[in-house]
């Protein structure tokens, strides 16, 4: 019996300490582990670990980016950026700030609304609600354009409705807003209930009871306290909406002038062979994103400073 | 003003949170809802502020019937356990909160923040944010920005729950100076008996929701109406004892109670720890298991044959405890003891009990 344990003690101990030589005190050897230099593997494990994450993220994330770059190189910055001055190149880019930009106001309000009710109020289907939420997290995009296309195109439910009320959505400038939102739905909502969560209720009934209204309570307590939150599901709207293809493809039909954004250009920019214009666009869309990662990165050190205050 | 709380009920769910309380407050005074966690005191204040609603019954404000008044509209002013100050406004702006909601010019809530912040003692600190102020300093801001619209009524709740002893202690006498020099009815909530009964005017014992006594201080220690009010309140033994003689009699213990027993009854009787005398006997009732020093005091625990564990407390220096230690045989004479019925819900713990 006291040979098995001091066995397995030795099995787990690298070297032996003078007390598990004692078999009598086979027992107590145990507490000799705690002695050990126990994390002797963990010194060299952290920098291998640290390793490999950095490749996957080089292989993942950076060496895409770098590749744009190099293909911009190789083609010539100029010849690129004179590809994105033609008609259809600018009418997409703008196609798609536009888009980003409806995207971020419609979320704005819809967003924290959405929260507000989720966090704030009890009512039946609730819970449904939330979830409801983060479906389109969990729904491929061209699904959603599948399904936008089979509920309002041909023979779709909503079909007649709309051509007695003369909207054009599928194809049409409509469809992509729709597509756009869809996708964005959750960023925001997610974010500002988070932070709502988080913040409670004690500062909105403090207020109440200092005499503010429902309106000034959020505008003035409210509000303020979800800002950092807010804006931060914001950013991850805009860069959404931006790199939105699937949808916007099924929904939009990429018209050239007409429905087709930065996405759907360089698709069919590549297709075409156009190969300046598909790098010029992919590098502005680029470079926004590292705009957009940047102020999130600016905002979570701020958050993370507010919480240390 | 004057409060009046008419049968007031209110459900969580399954859950009797408070059930048919009544009360009233003196206008001016200052009352403590005590009561152990979960007991209900603060919804009883929540319902008061309007923060919740109550199932049935009424709040009265004065002569005005505040049960279905807005938050709002009531005139209440609320400090919250956790300060609850608007962390995104700098001090002076938080107590100017309430007289910016209510349109007073920029220049009048300026000069009435100022005026409270030095009524608080934090004079110099308005443009400080709540995350740079002490757990004192903020629960002062938030006093300061309660009283700032000049409420009708003042509900504290657990005011001096997140803060530590020694502040706490401070922090206690000098609400109580605050509240004579403002003279605003107020309402606190706490789970320390200590706090309830050096702060309070007068005390409203709650327990299940339900109320269990209302008097002074001296009142409730002095004549504890039920039970629970005899054990919540310092420390206590209890034994299960049956009245014979006119004497509640526990195994070799027995101790006159008043006469509202018939011979026979059974009771729970209930000792307070400075209700009883012990002396070094060796033909006594008890034997010493432990003596604690608490500074002036020693606590002796005992064990009374045939009866259980009793709790005694005595000066340090008290000509009693000569030759009392660990395991000697003590006599025991109960000085003060009351007995209820055996019939109610409580069951005598076989250790002695003691408040929070």
């Known amino acids: 019996m006291a040979d098995s344990q001091e066995l397995e003690l030795r099995a787990v101990t690298p070297t032996n300490t003078p007390h598990s030589h004692s078999r009598v005190r086979a027992s107590l050897t145990p507490i000799a582990i705690g002695e050990q230099p126990a994390p002797s593997q963990l010194r060299w494990g952290k920098p291998v670990l640290i390793a490999i994450v950095l490749a996957y993220l080089a292989a993942v994330l950076v060496g895409p980016v770098l590749a744009i770059g190099y293909e911009v190189a190789i083609v010539g910055l100029g010849n690129a950026l004179t590809a994105l001055t033609a008609p259809d190149a600018l009418a997409a880019l703008r196609m798609s ?74 194809f049409a400038y409509p469809g992509l807003v729709l ?70 493809l099924v929904l939009g039909g990429s018209i050239s002038n007409e429905t087709q954004t930065a996405t759907t250009f360089i698709h069919d920019a590549i297709e075409e062979r156009k190969t300046a214009g598909a790098y010029g666009m992919a590098l502005v869309l680029a470079l926004l994103s590292v705009a957009l990662w940047t102020a999130l990165h600016v905002l979570h050190t701020r958050e993370a400073q507010k919480k240390a205050r | 003003m004057k409060i009046r709380v008419e049968n007031v009920s209110k459900r969580f769910g399954n859950f009797q949170a408070v059930d048919n309380v009544s009360f009233e407050v003196e206008s001016g005074s200052l009352v403590a809802l005590l009561g152990p966690s979960g007991s209900g005191k603060s919804t009883i204040l929540r319902i008061l502020a309007g923060l919740d609603s109550c ?123 605050l509240h004579d020099e403002v003279g605003v009815t107020s309402i606190f909530v706490t789970h320390d008996q200590d706090e309830a009964f050096s702060v309070a005017d007068r005390v409203l014992l709650i327990h299940g929701g339900k109320v269990e006594q209302l008097g002074t201080p001296t009142e409730i220690l002095d004549d504890p109406q039920t039970e629970f009010v005899a054990r919540f309140v310092g420390e206590v033994s209890v034994f299960s004892a049956v009245i014979q003689g006119g004497k509640a009699v526990s195994g070799s213990l027995a101790a006159r109670v008043d006469d509202d027993h018939r011979e026979g009854d059974r009771v729970h009787l209930v000792i307070r720890s400075y209700d009883l005398k012990l002396w070094r006997d060796d033909a006594g009732i008890a034997t010493v298991q432990r003596m604690v020093t608490l500074g002036d005091r020693v606590r002796v625990y ?44 409580l069951a005598p713990s076989p250790a002695s009990l003691s408040g929070p």
């Open chain 2, 55 to 177: 199932d049935s019954g009424q709040v009265w404000f004065g002569d005005e019937k505040a049960t279905d008044l807005h938050a709002r509209a009531r005139s209440v002013g609320f400090v919250f356990q956790h300060y609850a100050l608007f962390r995104h406004l700098t001090v002076e702006d938080n107590i100017a909160f309430g007289l910016d909601v209510r349109g007073i010019p920029k220049p009048q809530a300026r000069a009435r923040a100022n005026e409270l912040l030095e009524l608080v003692g934090l004079k110099g600190l308005g443009g400080r944010y709540p995350a740079q102020l002490s757990g004192g300093q903020r629960q002062r801001v938030a006093l300061a920005r309660a009283l700032a619209p000049d409420p009708k009524l003042l509900l504290l709740d657990e005011p001096f729950g997140a803060i530590d002893a020694k502040v706490r202690e401070e922090l206690r006498e000098w609400i109580r100076k």
């Open chain 1, 179 to 248: 597509g756009t939102l869809f996708v964005t739905l959750p960023f925001t909502v997610r974010e500002v209930a988070y932070v709502l969560e988080e913040i409670g209720t004690s500062e909105e009934e403090a207020a109440a009871t200092l005499g503010a209204s429902p309106a000034q309570t959020f505008w003035r307590v409210t509000l303020p306290n979800i800002r950092l939150g807010l804006s931060y599901g914001l950013l991850m709207t805009v860069a959404r909406s931006l790199g939105e293809f699937g949808a916007l």
């Open chain 1, 97 to 170: 700030l536009g888009l980003a930009a409806i995207s971020a106001v419609v979320n704005a309000v819809v967003g924290t609304v959405l929260a507000i009710a989720i966090v704030r109020y009890k009512f039946p289907g609730r819970g449904l609600l939330s979830a409801l939420a983060d479906l389109p997290l969990a729904i491929s995009p061209v699904m959603i354009g599948l399904s936008f296309v089979l509920l309002v195109g041909r023979d779709g439910l909503l079909e007649a409705p709309l051509v007695a009320a003369g909207i054009k959505v599928l």
């Open chain 2, 302 to 345: 005992a064990n009374i044959d045939g009866a259980g564990p009793v709790t005694a407390q005595f000066p340090r220096r008290s000509s009693l405890l000569k030759g009392v230690e660990p395991g000697s045989r003590v006599q025991i004479e109960v000085t003060t003891a009351r007995a209820y019925p055996a019939a109610t819900s």
